[in-house]
């Protein structure tokens, strides 16, 4: 299966050139409305790769699972997992045609400023799209994320999740996990996302 994301479209379209999984998306697109939301069902490890994921959808009595199979696919899977997770899931825009044959279509949610279409963890989560994220007067507030690969605390916009691009890092960036876990009664959850950004957050 081939998944791609349109930034500009805001889609993630699933894709495939096997007739196998072919005949399964058509299955799965029969069990869905334009509109209508695909439930994910969580995610295990895969049992060949343990950094692989594996992701659970089904709509109707049609289960599909998504699989990590390369650095770039666990990426995009992650970022999917995430925006399932975090974000409001997978919404079904309709079937397309790709040069291997049927495509099924997704957005992840739509941005409350403009009515467009999402399609990145970012906009997903803060509900403001790239366009307006840009034109957004930003609050920035430090809170969980990451610089150099490492854990650290810098300014996020309130209201669209961009990072502060004034943003300096310290010469010592890391931040004392230990310590953050512990401050307070929430759990804090470290999410990686597949463009090299990170986003930790805090759980009641
Ligand atoms: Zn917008
Ligand atoms: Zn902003």
Redesign the pocket.
Known sequence: MQITRDEDAGTITWSTANAETAALLARLGENLTPGAHLDYHGRTTDPSDANALRLHFKAGDVELNLVGTDVRDKNLIGSIRDICFYGSGLTYVGAGEVASGLSLIFTCGTCKLCGRQVATYRAAT?E?CDTC?EQ?????EESMGQSQGRPAMLPF??????ADPEWQPDADPMVDMARVVSDGPVTMLFIEHGDGTGTMIKKK
């Open positions: 803060s403001v994220a957004c007067e930003h609050v920035f916009c309130l209201k669209c999740r961009v």
